[in-house]
T-cell receptor
Framework: AQKVTQAQTEISVVEKEDVTLDCVYE???????LFWYKQPPSGELVFLIR????DEQNEISGRYSWNFQKSTSSFNFTITASQVVDSAVYFC?????????????WGLGTSLAVNP | DSGVTQTPKHLITATGQRVTLRCSPR?????VYWYQQSLDQGLQFLIH???????AKGNILERFSAQQFPDLHSELNLSSLELGDSALYFC??????????????FGPGTRLTVL
């Protein structure tokens, strides 16, 4: 069965600190997809990034970076120089191969509070 | 703004009642997904429609049903409502990729409160 674990329930940092959100996944699929979504206090779910299992290249986009490690089944997300506006709940999600297995399996989320 | 719209934004109703949640996908998207977010169970997949056809079902109760219309908007019908159905209901849409899975873009959600 597919499963996503976000062990960190809540994280609190001071503005300008770097913060890493952990995500560990389980799947038997050989091809799968990983996502990070952000849910700010207003409630909507905002897509941040998607990684394909066959592409292990890590990426940096502005203050955000992602570390995908297939060997440890982890897909961690780092915010550099955090800002108050980064305060939100962050969800890691997993999707299976194409076809009829496109549903997202979600972690329970990590609530990030960035304090001024 | 993702381009996905959901109405209403808030809904307050009583146990035993029936409600309809509406979702309009992004222009050009053929797939619509429904998810439920509750405090005790987190985000759970309910159902997926592609171009009017049901493609996958998740943990959707028999009291719940959905459909996707020819104009691609979708409706989620919840009947015989119980207190435990109180949750945030999200709709997501995507352009299906034949080879790889698609990225889902979410609407603002409908917050359902059952009293």
């Amino acid at each position: 069965a597919q499963k996503v674990t976000q062990a960190q329930t809540e994280i609190s940092v001071v503005e300008k600190e770097d913060v890493t959100l952990d995500c560990v996944y389980e799947t038997r699929d050989t091809t799968y997809y990983l996502f990070w979504y952000k849910q700010p206090p207003s409630g909507e779910l905002v897509f941040l990034i998607r990684r394909n299992s066959f592409d292990e290249q890590n990426e940096i986009s502005g203050r955000y970076s992602w570390n995908f490690q297939k060997s440890t089944s982890s897909f961690n997300f780092t915010i550099t120089a955090s800002q108050v506006v980064d305060s939100a709940v962050y969800f890691c999600a997993l999707s299976g191969n194409a076809g009829n297995n496109r549903k997202l399996i979600w972690g329970l989320g990590t609530s990030l509070a960035v304090n001024p | 703004d993702s381009g996905v719209t959901q109405t209403p934004k808030h809904l307050i109703t009583a146990t035993g009642q029936r409600v309809t949640l509406r979702c309009s996908p992004r222009s050009g998207d053929l797939s619509v997904y429904w998810y439920q977010q509750s405090l005790d169970q987190g985000l759970q997949f309910l159902i997926h429609y592609y171009n009017g056809e049901e493609r996958a079902k998740g943990n959707i109760l028999e009291r719940f049903s959905a459909q996707q219309f020819p104009d691609l908007h979708s409706e989620l019908n919840l009947s015989s409502l119980e207190l435990g159905d109180s949750a945030l209901y999200f709709c997501a849409s995507s352009v299906p990729d034949r080879l790889y899975t698609d990225t889902q873009y979410f609407g603002p959600g409908t917050r359902l409160t059952v009293l």
